[in-house]
């Protein structure tokens, strides 16, 4: 009889927690089960093995003064209609205990709790996306009373907490951008246990940042590009590039990449360690988003003085480090510097933090109506309403201004245009790319 007592519980607890009478803490109506409408119980009244152990149930719960309940007409004694919940503040104490679970009530005081001490230890960071992300869970918490999809609501007490409160950690650490880490070295680090981030952890986190991602019009990302933009590795980062350039170490070495025509790399470690970069009279710069078409550049169209930059979506701190050291070299400002993203929204916000955080100078490039109308047969719908949304807005931020024809033509026309859609019919043998 346990497990029929906690299944009858389970189920009318559920119904208190979705109801006006939790959110509001008052309601007029009963917590109510139609036993003839729930499919569970009312076969439960069919098997008589079952329909003794049910009765007795429901008549020890109403003895405890837990429930209610009444006979279908005419059927008192053999046939239940309703099942009622009794509210009131110590019945409803009892009813958890006796179930054997925690009151979304105090999952929620708990969570609230966490919220607050994280947010107060991010103070000074309320232009973080996760800062705003976080506040406004908090606002839903307080004004619905509910826990949303991107935390834990086990009904395990101890492990609930915990686990929420290790993702709010992971969280919090995400401000910290100045460097790259690997994952299990700062699961180790924060938690005591290299797997603990990706075994219980990471789809909670991933799905916030793919969340953060979409709302900034950012989509189709990998798990791999969400936690890397952080600046969190599975591996040390690599970092692709091509041209004229050499770099000085913190030793005094002095590495050359000019004769590297078919690309070269240099990994986070590295840069640590790299004091000068040296530019070799670069013909141009080029930033390009999409690693197709990096590599695709390299093996057809690239000058033999051009430097060739893999940016790869939205930087990390080490990757940003890298291309800093880059613009600040001798000579950086005097040379043209190009970037080339796909035709939409993330696109466009990619060439605007390129810009804004590294290159001053750096223009756009193939990211104009031209090109849209050069590959229209390759384009592809804009989306949602709330893409649109979000693209219009970019026109009426001065920052996109050397975007807003283009993207006042792809809202006309419905059309936005990926990278590698230009590198299939794109030659350079009968088209000049500038």
């Known amino acids: 009889m346990p497990g029929m007592i906690k299944l009858i519980l389970d189920e009318l607890l559920d119904r208190y927690e979705r109801s006006k009478l939790f959110r509001e803490g008052s309601s007029t109506k009963r917590i109510l089960l139609d036993v003839s409408d729930h499919g569970r119980f009312s076969g439960l009244q069919e098997r008589a093995d079952e329909k003794r152990e049910f009765l007795d149930a429901l008549e020890e719960l109403q003895d405890k003064g837990l429930i209610g309940y009444d006979w279908v007409r005419f059927e008192k004694g053999n046939l239940v209609d309703k099942i009622w919940l009794v509210t009131e503040p110590g019945a409803l104490l009892d009813s958890y205990r006796l179930a054997g679970r925690i009151s979304r009530r105090e ?170 970069v040296q530019l070799h009279e670069p013909l141009r710069i080029i930033s390009i988003e999409n690693k197709a078409n990096y590599t695709w550049y390299l093996t057809k169209a690239r000058k033999s003085r051009e430097l060739v930059l893999y940016h790869g979506g939205c930087f990390s701190p080490m990757k940003g480090k890298w291309f800093r050291l880059i613009a600040e070299a001798d000579g950086a400002v005097d040379v043209e510097v190009f970037h080339w993203s796909d035709i939409d929204l993330g696109g466009f916000r990619i060439f605007r933090r390129f810009r804004d955080e590294l290159f001053p100078w750096a223009v756009p490039w193939r990211m104009d109506i031209r090109t849209l109308e050069s590959y229209k047969d390759y384009c592809i719908p804009l989306g949602s309403e709330s893409y649109r949304y979000h693209l219009r807005a970019l026109t009426e931020d001065p920052a996109y201004r050397c975007f807003s024809d283009t993207i006042r033509y792809m809202l006309d026309q419905n059309v936005r245009l990926e990278q590698e859609a230009e590198i299939l019919f794109f030659s350079i043998a009968n088209k000049n790319i500038f």
């Not at 232009?127 to 009373?145: A, G, M, P, W, Y």
């Not at 969340?211 to 980062?237: M, Q, V, Y």
């Not at 070495?253 to 000068?276: C, D, F, K, S, W």
């Open 107 to 276: 999952k929620l005081f708990t969570l609230e709790k966490q919220l607050r001490d994280t947010l107060d230890g991010m103070e000074g960071n309320s232009e973080n996306d996760v800062f705003r992300f976080l506040k406004r869970e908090l606002e839903t918490i307080q004004s619905k009373k509910n826990i949303s999809r991107f935390f834990f609501q086990g009904d395990g007490k101890k492990d609930t907490d915990e686990k929420n409160r290790n993702l709010l950690l992971f969280l919090s650490e995400l401000q910290h951008r100045e460097d790259n880490r690997l994952e299990r070295v700062m699961s180790m680090a924060l938690f005591g246990d290299s797997k603990y981030f990706e075994r219980e952890l990471k789809q909670k986190v991933l799905s916030i940042l793919r969340t953060l991602a979409r709302e900034d019009g950012r989509e189709n990302l990998t798990d791999e590009e969400l936690l890397e933009e952080r600046g969190i590795f599975r591996w040390p980062e690599i970092m692709e590039f091509c041209g004229p350039v050499s770099v000085t170490l913190d030793d005094g070495t002095i590495i050359p990449y000019m004769g590297q025509v078919y690309g070269a790399y240099i990994n986070a470690t590295m840069v640590h360690h790299v004091v000068r």
